[in-house]
């Protein structure tokens, strides 16, 4: 990860080496419309009005391999081999760096040399999805009909709408899709379903929509097996893999918090007679760790339902063992307020960030998340007050 | 291990006198809350249903209501604070994204 740079360069060699481009375009760059052909190319066609791209797209692209030529229009043709660059996006985004912002633009894309046979598949313009979806195309021939999402993902995009019924009429309409291809089948991920009402497509557009596979590794298989999705390409998992990659951003994200308290703490050691130290500071960060981090990853083992339940616990063997390091059974070095404080305030941050969870879990109902809520915010709320109250309490009077 | 979460929570309805057995909501389910058996849908696992609300939006007959919703808590609890309903900020330019 560290020599990303040398990777990008590295690529671009190799990539050119190797690409064969169908029609050699001139380049349309990043938002600018296509008007003119600013050709050092030899070979021009931006005279005839099929050349043209059909929506805006970026020839630069490492993941764009060349250009194919529809009735329509062109169409970019994409890699089904991640690059290291597309693999250090990943990595990036995973740990929350431009993760709002890694998209590609909204269109029409082939894989492969599709015909006006060759499915469609749909899918959101958040890149992280596109690449899921394309690295498991290789030695296919299809369409994919990328949907504007404003940059998120497939299920979260379905259940705000932007993944919906509308735009897919509006996308259908924009890629001229009908001129492309002559069947009148999409193919949508399930994880869309939420945000779409097939049978009003179907009315509003003629095409029939089939629903996919939940993951896009299984989507080979489904053409191969006709279009058809066994009972498990159905249904939706949680394993141990798919939350570990989910932790980091859950961890970084409470890194503004964790200044505010640092900062506060630095603010009373000024005044305090006994100062904060390296005890609270690992105290805290260990239990931001506990609900971010190591909950999630032990979600299915703990043997409660409630998410803030699971990090309660765990949050309580955590302030336990602080205690422990620091003396116990015998009376800790800081005193019997701060024991105390660690009891109650450790757990219910593992708490807080352990409820957060439920919204990156693919099984927790809005219904659920309301009820442990509407008994864990108060309980957290006050536990931490009162915590607090011991803490300062400590740094400001000797006992 | 199967995850589960909390029981008797969930608003999913089905009204198996609209249902003409078409099978779409078994289609969109990814957690196997519905069942066919013999041309006709049954509910066979309510506890199972995290509310995504797939199943209702493509159901043409209105067979099935679900209120479906964000289930972020961070989206809940800032719509508690503003007297809204829960929205997420997964798409807009706030980092506090949540799904």
Redesign the interface.
């Known amino acids: 990860m560290d020599n990303n740079n040398g990777c990008n360069s590295g690529n671009k060699l190799q990539k050119n080496a190797k690409v064969k481009i169908v029609r050699i375009k001139p380049k349309v760059t990043g938002n600018s419309t296509f008007t003119e052909c600013e050709s050092t190319i030899s070979s021009c066609y931006c005279g005839s009005k099929t050349n043209k791209p059909i929506t805006k797209y970026d020839i630069d692209q490492k993941w764009i391999i060349g250009e194919i030529s529809t009735p329509a229009g062109m169409v970019p043709k994409i890699a089904t081999k991640l690059t290291l660059a597309d693999m250090w996006g990943t990595c990036k985004v995973r740990f929350g760096v431009n993760r709002m912002n890694y998209k590609i633009n909204p269109g029409i894309y082939a894989v492969g040399t599709p015909n006006n046979n060759s499915p469609v598949l749909v899918t959101a313009n958040y890149k992280l999805t596109f690449d899921a979806l394309r690295k498991e195309l290789g030695g296919l021939n299809v369409w994919i009909m990328v949907l504007d999402t404003k940059g998120v993902n497939v299920w979260c995009a379905a259940g705000k709408g932007t993944f919906g019924t509308k735009e897919l009429l509006n996308r259908i309409l924009k890629v001229k899709l009908f001129q492309i291809v002559s069947h009148k089948t999409l193919i949508l991920p399930q994880l869309g379903a939420p945000g779409i009402n097939a049978y009003d497509v179907t009315k509003k557009s003629g095409f029939k929509v089939v629903y996919g596979p939940v993951r896009a590794e299984d989507i080979n298989e489904f053409l191969k097996a006709g279009m058809r999705a066994t009972e498990e390409m159905r249904e939706i998992r949680f394993n141990i893999v798919d939350r570990v990659v989910l932790t980091p951003v859950e961890f970084i994200s409470t890194f503004k918090i964790a200044m505010l308290v640092f900062g506060i703490m630095f603010l009373i050691n000024l005044f305090a007679v006994n100062p904060f130290g390296v005890v609270d500071f690992y105290a805290f960060i260990g239990a931001l760790l506990v609900g971010c981090v190591l909950t999630p990853i032990l979600l299915t083992w703990i043997p409660v339902r409630a998410f803030a339940a699971k990090g309660w616990i765990l949050g309580l063997i955590w302030a336990v063992t602080v205690n422990i390091l620091n003396g116990w059974p015998a009376m800790p070095e800081y005193g019997l307020l701060k024991t105390v404080a660690y009891l109650l305030i450790l757990p219910s941050i593992a708490a807080y960030y352990a409820m957060n969870f439920t919204g990156s879990s693919t099984y927790t109902s809005f219904s659920g998340v309301i009820k442990e809520m509407k008994i864990a915010v108060p309980a957290i709320a006050i536990s931490i007050g009162f915590g607090v109250v011991l803490l300062l309490t400590n740094s400001f009077i000797h006992i | 291990?199967?995850?589960?979460?909390?029981?008797n929570?969930?608003?999913l309805k089905f009204y198996s006198d609209k249902c003409v057995g078409c099978g779409?909501c078994?289609?969109?389910?990814?957690?196997?809350v519905f069942n066919l058996n013999e041309g006709k849908v049954e509910l066979i696992n309510k506890d199972?249903?995290?509310?995504?609300?797939?199943c209702a939006?493509?159901c043409?007959f209105n067979a099935i209501e679900v209120?479906?919703?964000?289930?972020?808590?961070?989206?809940?609890?800032k719509g508690w604070l503003l007297g809204t309903e829960p929205?997420?900020d997964?798409?807009?330019?706030?980092?506090?994204?949540?799904?």
Request: hydrophobic share 25%.
């Open positions: 291990m199967k995850n589960k979460y909390l029981k929570v969930c608003t779409r078994i289609e969109v389910c990814p957690h196997k199972g249903c995290m509310e995504c609300g797939a939006k493509n043409a209120k479906s919703g964000v289930g972020c808590a961070y989206a809940v609890i929205t997420c997964c798409s807009g330019d706030n980092s506090n994204g949540c799904c």
